[in-house]
Structure formats: structure tokens, C-alpha cells
């Protein structure tokens, strides 16, 4: 019996993972959608057959024709529709970050180990990104969107985008963050979005990863990341394959968003989710493990405690020492990635 997934939120991404699902997962099919625009969630249902939209999350959650739950609802919705999940004992994929603050996550953290199980993968994609590998000293990240609601603040920059960079690069390095770094040349102005925003990521054992922001750069959507290692340097490939000579020049197209930038990593992502579910449902993986196999709660927690500290950077001015984190037992059983 294919995986039935409830969605949490049609924005971007919930729209996206909708389409995903129905269009390049096997084994899995969306069947209920919740979002607290109801127009929206009927909208996207009547694209997926056999969908229907539910009127709120906490019934899609607790609807017995749903096996699993995918959250793309805003940041603040996070940890609780997680931690209803948890409590219900279904596999939930939460879209970064897991939660804004340490506490949520602790709380996430703790209830997930009382169930005795790992329950939750956070929607770090990046890692699924087929090529980012490397043996590194050094890093330097570009990440740029066109645009960001206009709702959005230098805070929100570094929860939502630099979250990303804060995931990954500990991950490819094997190293944890031990100190940040924020800066930006824009001068502070009361309630005005810095931008672009500039964060340093002090790892252990001393490897540096620096990471511009700029999320109103207007062109385009682009990632750029180089790893320089002591032989030699790995980057990541134009994000355009084609290359277009006419008229006197040669132009490469660049996307609008992260969609079409990452859709095999959220392909994979979905798929390798999927997947781990239906291990788990079967019996062939141990029972503490879960129905995950990627980034987890642990992860999620690791990014908020960096994030935490790149504000705190933000608001006092200098570097920033992060908490230092133990691993507890429980997670460190059954890490896929970064022990
Ligand atoms: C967006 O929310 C994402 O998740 C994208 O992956 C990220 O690159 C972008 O900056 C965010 O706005």
C-alpha cells in the first residue's frame, strides 16, 4: 500500500512537494491537504486525484486516512503541528527550519525520545543536492534570491536562508560550529532589512565558511559554493547546463527561485523519505530508528542553537560563541549523516 501523505501548507513549497509527490515518488501519493487558506488547499486537492482538502491541520493530522504528514506551513506553525505528529506516532517531513527558537526544538528533541523513536526529518534538501562533496579547510557561499516578502528582516534572513548554509556546511566539513560572525554593510536602520547580510562560520578545528546573503540581488536565484581544500578546490557547476551563443554573445539562463535550482534535491529528498517510511512500516529497520533516513530533529535543533548565535552577533556586534552541543545517545545510534 503506497505511503499517504497529509500536506501542511500550500505556499511555495507545500505546492511544490504536492506536485513532486504526485508527478516523481513512488510509493507515496498525497491525500489530504490542509492549509488555513481553505481556497487554496481546495485548489491544490482538485489537482491530485483522490485528494481532498481537510479544514485544519490539527484534523489532517489526526485523520485516520493519513499515514504521514508533511509541514510547509509558516516558521512559527512548526513545532507544534510537529509535536502533534510525534504524539499521533506518524513520520513527519518538516520544512526548515524545524523551529525558530532552541526551546521549540528542545522540546521536539525530548518528546521524540520519550516516544522512543525518531520520528521527524527536517527538509534540509541541500544535502540530497547529487555533488556537494569535499575534503575541506575553507569555504565561501554565495546564496542570493531575486526577491523576500516584504515581511521579511535580517532575522528572518538568517532562519530561513542562511539555515541552509548553517545545515550543510558542517555536514560536508564533519566538523561542528563552534563561533559565528555577522555582518553587513548596510547601516542599521529600525525595522529595515539589512541587505545583503554577511556571516562567518567558525568550525572545530579551525576550517572557516564564509556565506554572503543578499536576498534582493533582483537577477536571479543562485547558490555558489567553493570548498578549498589543501590540494585543490571543488565548486558547484553554473546552475544552468546550457549555454546560449547568438548575436555577439553567449548568455545561461537563471532561475527565479530554489525550485527549479534544487528540484532533484527535493526529489530525492521526498523519495529517500518515502522510502524510509515504508522500511519502517515493514519492520526492517530498528524500531528506535525511525521512519528517517537524512536530516533529523537533531539537526534541526543543531541549526537553531548556530542561528541563535548569528543573531545574537547580529544585535551585540562581534563574534558570537555557539553553546556547545552533546550528541545524546539516542541520536547518535542512528545518524545517516554527520557522527
Ligand atoms: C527559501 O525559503 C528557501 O528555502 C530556499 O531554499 C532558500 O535558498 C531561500 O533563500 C529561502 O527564501
Not at 508527478?23 to 492549509?35: F, K, P, R, Y
Not at 510547509?72 to 523551529?99: F, N
Not at 539537526?299 to 548556530?306: E, F
Request: charged content about 25%; some cysteine; aromatic content about 6%.
Amino acid at each position: 500500500m503506497p505511503v499517504r501523505i497529509g500536506v501542511i501548507g500550500t505556499g511555495i513549497m507545500g505546492a511544490d512537494h504536492v506536485e513532486t509527490i504526485t508527478t516523481a515518488v513512488s510509493g507515496a501519493e498525497v491525500c489530504c491537504i490542509a492549509d488555513i487558506d481553505s481556497k487554496r488547499a481546495e485548489h491544490i486537492a482538485s489537482r491530485v486525484p483522490g485528494a481532498k482538502a481537510l479544514s485544519s491541520a490539527e484534523s489532517l493530522i489526526e485523520s485516520p486516512e493519513v499515514d504521514s504528514v508533511i509541514i510547509a506551513s509558516s516558521d512559527a506553525t512548526h513545532s507544534k503541528y510537529v509535536k502533534a505528529c510525534i504524539m499521533a506516532r506518524k513520520p513527519v517531513l518538516c520544512e526548515k527550519p524545524l523551529a525558530p527558537t532552541v526551546a521549540e526544538c528542545e522540546e521536539i528533541l525530548r518528546l521524540e525520545e520519550a516516544a522512543g523513536a525518531r520520528m521527524v526529518q527536517v527538509g534540509f534538501m541541500r544535502r540530497f543536492d547529487p555533488g556537494e562533496v569535499g575534503s575541506p579547510v575553507l569555504a565561501h557561499c554565495v546564496h542570493r534570491n531575486v526577491d523576500v516578502p516584504a515581511s521579511w528582516t535580517s532575522d528572518t534572513v538568517v532562519l530561513s536562508s542562511a539555515s541552509h548554509e548553517i545545515d550543510v556546511m558542517p555536514w560536508i566539513f564533519s566538523r561542528d560550529v563552534v563561533g559565528v560572525n555577522w555582518m553587513s554593510p548596510i547601516a542599521p536602520v529600525a525595522g529595515v532589512l539589512r541587505d545583503p547580510q554577511m556571516v562567518i562560520l567558525e568550525l572545530e578545528g579551525g576550517a572557516l565558511v564564509f556565506v554572503e546573503l543578499f536576498v534582493t540581488a533582483g537577477y536571479g536565484y543562485e547558490i555558489r559554493c567553493e570548498i578549498v581544500g589543501k590540494k585543490g578546490t571543488i565548486e558547484l557547476a553554473p546552475t544552468s547546463r546550457v549555454v546560449v551563443r547568438s548575436d555577439l554573445k553567449a548568455s545561461q539562463n537563471v532561475p527565479p527561485d530554489w525550485r527549479g535550482r534544487f528540484a532533484e534535491a527535493y526529489r530525492r529528498e521526498l523519495q529517500t523519505w518515502v522510502d524510509a517510511i515504508s522500511r519502517w512500516r515493514a519492520g526492517t529497520v530498528e524500531s528506535d530508528a525511525g521512519p528517517v533516513d537524512g536530516p533529523d530533529a537533531w539537526d534541526g535543533y543543531r541549526a537553531a542553537v548556530v542561528s541563535q548565535a548569528v543573531l545574537a552577533s547580529m544585535s551585540k556586534g562581534g563574534p558570537a560563541r555557539v553553546d556547545s552541543m552533546s550528541l545524546p545517545e539516542f541520536y547518535r545510534r542512528h545518524r545517516t549523516f554527520f557522527n
